[in-house]
């Protein structure tokens, strides 16, 4: 029963075409600006608010992601909250697109796997949210370099650099929401609300139904204090369900060396700890390792849903 | 080797319950050109389908090239070129480059790609507009550019859904030549249709569907003869005479109706003209016309479907 040949043979053709596509696309170039701008705009108001306190901090150059000045907020929070729209407009027509195009059933009829056509468009889009993401991950150290005048730090580096990775974790995890639903989906309107509205239940409604959702499961008894740690770390398990939540936490852990937990600490815990000294990145990556684990599993679930029913689906309509 | 290029053997397709392709042989010899006739939804393009590998199939064989379409589906894609139904191609990219990305798909080299390209479009005669975005191409240069691509990956069977739904005639005929060449060159050529008037110049031998059956497979001949009941059909126009008192006399003659003024439709088991002309001039008749009325082949597929509706 094995499969003559690799079911990989044509990714990368297909992985190149997609990734050109995407850079000469009006679509990709219009969000591509709305990123730059609100980046620029975030990271030009935290350079003013680090000049005005100036202290000593040995990670700068991190401040650039995490400070926010009222009202924009920060660096981080911006890529939280836009990167998904990136990835949804990379793939939300991604599968059914090409149906509508009438182009599937010809290109199924190339000496290539199924497999290749999903794998070929995930990898593209991939490719040019990494470039995206290294294009911009540069500007912010030249625009620190230029107007803070220091040169960025190998903590700094190690920091933003895994930072960087997490966050491409993070938009694969919205490319592959947007490719399933663009698999299951025959209109590409659709498909695009659908994965829309998921991005705006989490991102901005999750932090307000969370605690809701949080209190039925496990309610606060007054005379019960540790139903009140219950009651906090289910309301953060629901939140948690999110990947913007993972993903703040990923940032937060990883930006703020000085930060110890991401979850609820008691005093015994915190005995012998100098609080505000910065933790090792390796020790700080090891905290959020569970978020990142998450975020890949979630990207890799619905991938392979996307994957499980386009491998199935009928060529024609 | 065999020279069956396609074998499928009881070929059943069902979507639930419904069978849409129901238990279907069809043997392809290789060189031929084979017109899948039938109505909308008669099973054509899921035949189709199921021979390419491209569904899978819920019973019976296949055999392409004497490999299994569903277990080497990329031995079989290689040698069978696909021209879907009102095909697609990138509109954003010129008529070359959608060429050039599936000879990428097919592992060619790009040198190797871009000689067969040229030599591709230049046979379908879209050299001058290669360069230009498939976005401007008319539906005719589409079919055309999609046969390029046949072309190009030096298909040895090629397989054409519908090939000229949607065509003024002048795009139609052009095409139909090119399909001709196709099989001269030793491809062979399987063909769907509703149309069998437009595909009967081209084709060898026919297979006409319906309701997911095939009814019948042979030459287009042999289809004539076997819709017909195999009488002799005969309209005759004479004046000053009874025309039928005349005929009744013949021998063989079945039936004698009139049909319009001094004309008459005679049904015979033999061809009778020759004798029933010199009867009738013997007697005195003004002969105007003769005819023996074929069975066009439209009108042979349209009562081949009437009597397949007719026993179901």
């Known amino acids: 029963m094995k499969r003559e040949g690799s079911p990989l043979k044509g990714v990368m053709t297909i992985a190149l075409k997609e990734a050109a596509d995407h850079m000469t696309s009006a679509r990709m170039h219009l969000i591509m600006l709305l990123v730059l701008l609100t980046a620029a705009g975030a990271v030009y108001a935290a350079i003013d608010q680090i000049k005005a306190t100036t202290s000593e901090d040995p990670f700068l150059f991190l401040k650039l992601f995490t400070v926010a000045r009222e009202p924009l907020p920060s660096f981080a929070s911006f890529m939280g909250f836009l990167l998904p729209l990136v990835a949804i407009a990379l793939g939300f027509d991604g599968v059914n697109g090409e149906y509508g195009r009438r182009t ?99 991102s901005i409604f999750w932090s307000m139904i969370s605690p809701f959702v949080a209190s039925a499961l496990s309610p606060v008894d007054p005379y019960d204090p540790v139903s009140i740690v219950h009651a906090y770390e289910t309301g953060l398990a629901v939140a948690r369900i999110s990947p913007a939540t993972l993903y703040g936490e990923v940032a937060t852990m990883l930006l703020d060396p000085s930060s110890r937990a991401v979850g609820p600490v008691f005093m015994s815990q915190m005995q012998g700890a100098l609080v505000g000294a910065p933790l090792p990145t390796l020790q700080s990556i090891l905290i959020v390792w569970p978020q990142i684990s998450g975020l890949f599993a979630g990207m890799m679930l619905l991938f392979t849903g996307a994957y499980f029913v386009f491998q199935r689906q009928e060529v024609r309509a | 080797m065999s020279t069956h290029v396609i074998e499928a053997k009881g070929l059943t397709k069902r979507y639930g319950a419904v069978p849409v392709v129901d238990g279907i042989d069809l043997t392809v010899e290789e060189g031929e050109v084979l017109g899948l006739l039938g109505p909308n939804g008669a099973g054509k393009t899921t035949t189709i389908l199921m021979l390419l590998g491209l569904t899978e199939t819920s019973g019976g064989t296949v055999r392409v090239l004497d490999k299994d379409p569903a277990r080497e589906p990329l031995a079989v894609k290689r040698d069978v070129g696909y021209l879907p139904d009102s095909v697609g191609f990138y509109d954003n990219l010129s008529g070359r480059e959608n060429l050039r990305y599936t000879a990428r798909l097919g592992g060619l080299t790009t040198a190797e790609a871009d000689r067969k390209i040229d030599t591709a479009l230049a046979r379908v005669r879209l050299s001058d507009v290669a360069d230009r975005r498939v976005a401007t191409y008319s539906h005719g240069m589409r079919r055309r550019l999609g046969l390029a691509e046949l072309l190009m990956r030096d298909s040895r069977i090629a397989v054409l859904d519908e090939p000229t739904s949607g065509l003024d005639p002048q795009s139609t005929s052009e095409l139909l030549d090119l399909i001709r060449s196709f099989s001269q060159d030793g491809i062979t050529v399987l063909v769907s249709s509703h149309l069998l008037d437009i595909v009967q110049s081209i084709c060898s031998r026919v297979a006409l569907f319906n309701k997911g059956r095939i009814g019948f497979v042979g030459t287009v001949e042999e289809l004539a003869g076997k819709v017909g009941d195999g009488a002799f059909h005969i309209e005759v126009t004479a004046e000053n005479i009874d025309v039928a008192e005349t005929a009744k006399r013949i021998d063989g003659v079945s039936d004698i109706r009139p049909a319009g003024k001094d004309s008459w439709r005679i049904t015979a088991s033999r061809d009778i003209r020759a004798e029933l002309a010199k009867r009738l001039v013997e007697r005195g008749g003004s002969l105007t016309n003769i005819d023996a009325r074929h069975v066009s082949l439209g009108e042979a597929y349209n009562l081949f479907f009437k009597e397949a509706r007719h026993e179901a």
Do not use: N
């Open chain 1, 104 to 202: 599937m059933s010809r290109i199924l009829a190339q000496p290539i796997y199924r497999d290749a056509v999903l794998f070929g468009k995930f990898l593209g889009s991939m490719l040019v949210i990494g470039i995206a993401l290294l294009t911009l991950w540069l500007l912010m150290f030249g625009l620190g370099i230029l107007l803070l005048g220091l040169p960025p730090s190998g903590g700094d580096m190690a920091r933003s650099l895994a930072y960087l990775a997490a966050t491409l974790v993070y938009t694969g995890v919205w490319l592959a929401l947007a490719l399933a639903f663009s698999t299951l989906i025959r209109a590409p309107a659709t498909s695009a609300l659908a994965a829309l509205s998921v991005w705006l239940i989490f």
